[in-house]
């Protein structure tokens, strides 16, 4: 089919994520989305395998959502957040706050995951600057971690990323560690945290996941660990839930699923359902008040133009709505025994090093994609929208999908995965 003419004419002037523009093929043209469904203009409907980056945890089109979005733009789209307040958003922070323990009580909004993780470094070392500790402005971070594709989020994500390895001599330094998940890694862990505590403002983690690391796992113990460190040390503990909040691991939130509390907590993708940008970093009592003063130059510095935009604000009210009225905690106990089952089986298939699942994440690991743009296509013939990266094949899908969409999901996986070992196998003179 002839590609729509939107597609052809724009082409020329877009400029697509994590993609080198020379060599890019056309992307699919999308007309319409509902459920799990991806419509395309030519006619085709994908199952969406990773809720468009882990957003759309309630489906597509959630007619609650919705409603609500279709209420406020009526009633007022944006208004500045700077000297002005709106419902919306001030009810979406107090309920936020009732979420979560009771000490992360401070709701700043932005528009971007990026920027969230921004204002939560930049709260951790203000803090520390407002009470007289000056030299205190680095991270400890870890090994396969993500927290964004700007300046100061760059700089804190893995370091031997390939995506950000060209930015190295432009970042600023910061401690990069393994996550200490056993005894060698805990003394080498603590070692590193005793030789540079003087200079650390806070530590930061993708609690129970890392997302796009790898879909990587840690555990409950690891991040009492890291709870322990920091109160030690004195250091702020940020959980970066972007990816692992709003239901995706089991529980509400990934440190609810670990029982530890971190002093600063940062939330978007699923926070709207998908329907719109926005972002949210939530801090402690104590990080607050270091604040508060007679002197404007302790007040928190940062304003980004769309905080707190209404529509955004609405989304994620109704999305909220949906957790208290839906049952969506029992959907992804559903799913992650689904997503056992169906692929388990891929453990056999020449090439595939781990398969792994934890709530509505389910994670294929494999020894290499040598191609990975061939595998897309294979998975787009099967009818689904499965996105791999790095060398994992992953499933992110939305909380609400059918069980017969997700096997069929599963078993796409285990066929393109199979076809994929079978042609290696081959080549290695193995069959």
């Known amino acids: 089919m002839t590609p729509p003419a939107w597609l052809t004419t724009g082409w020329n002037h877009v400029w697509l994520?994590?993609?080198?523009m020379q060599t890019a093929p056309l992307p699919l043209p999308v007309v319409r989305t509902a459920g799990s469904e991806i419509h395309l203009a030519d006619g085709r409907i994908l199952i969406d395998g990773i809720a468009s980056w882990w957003t759309a945890c309630h489906g597509y089109n959630h007619p609650h959502i919705i409603a609500a979005v279709a209420a406020q733009l009526a009633a007022m789209p944006h208004v500045m957040f700077g000297g002005l307040a709106h419902e919306p958003a001030y009810r979406l922070a107090s309920r936020l706050a009732a979420l979560l323990p009771a000490l992360l009580e401070r709701v700043f909004f932005s528009d971007s995951g990026s920027v969230a993780v921004e204002v939560a470094m930049k709260i951790?070392?203000?803090?520390?600057?407002?009470?007289?500790?000056?030299?205190?402005t680095k991270f400890l971070a870890f090994h396969g971690g993500y927290h964004g594709d700007t300046f100061a989020t760059m700089a804190i994500c893995d370091p031997e990323e390939g995506m950000h390895r060209l930015f190295a001599g432009m970042l600023q330094s910061h401690v990069i560690a393994d996550l200490p998940r056993d005894p060698a890694s805990r003394a080498s862990f603590d070692a590193l945290v005793e030789r540079h505590h003087q200079e650390?403002?806070?530590?930061?983690?993708?609690?129970?996941?890392?997302?796009?690391?790898g879909m990587v796992f840690n555990d409950a113990a690891t991040l009492r660990h890291l709870r322990a460190t920091a109160d030690h040390y004195g250091l702020t503990l940020i959980f970066d839930e972007i990816f692992t909040g709003f239901g995706r691991t089991g529980t509400m939130f990934a440190h609810q699923?670990?029982?530890?509390?971190?002093?600063?907590?940062?939330?978007?993708?699923?926070?709207?359902?998908?329907?719109?940008?926005?972002?949210?970093t939530i801090?402690?009592?104590d990080l607050y008040d270091a604040f508060l003063s007679q002197s404007p130059g302790d007040a928190l510095m940062h304003g980004p133009t769309f905080m707190a935009n209404p529509l955004g604000c609405a989304a994620a009210n109704a999305a909220l709505d949906l957790f208290e009225t839906e049952p969506r905690l029992a959907q992804v106990a559903t799913i992650e025994a689904a997503l056992c089952r169906v692929l388990e089986p891929c453990r056999a298939i020449p090439g595939v090093r781990d398969v792994r699942v934890m709530g509505a994440i389910g994670v294929v690991e494999l020894e290499s994609i040598d191609d990975p743009?061939?595998?897309?296509?294979?998975?787009?013939?099967?009818?689904?929208w499965v996105r791999p990266f790095r060398n994992i094949v992953y499933l992110t899908p939305a909380l609400t999908i059918g069980a017969a969409q997700l096997q069929t999901l599963g078993m796409a996986v285990r066929e393109v995965l199979a076809d994929l070992g079978g042609h290696e196998a081959r080549a290695r003179g193995f069959e």
């Open 124 to 136: 951790a070392v203000q803090a520390r600057l407002n009470r007289g500790a000056r030299n205190r």
């Open 17 to 20: 994520p994590y993609a080198q």
């Open 373 to 384: 743009a061939a595998l897309r296509q294979a998975f787009i013939a099967r009818g689904v």
């Open 200 to 213: 650390l403002a806070g530590i930061i983690v993708e609690p129970l996941v890392q997302g796009a690391g």
């Open 257 to 280: 699923r670990a029982d530890v509390i971190p002093d600063i907590i940062t939330l978007s993708k699923a926070l709207t359902g998908g329907t719109s940008p926005l972002a949210a």
């Open 283 to 285: 801090v402690s009592r």
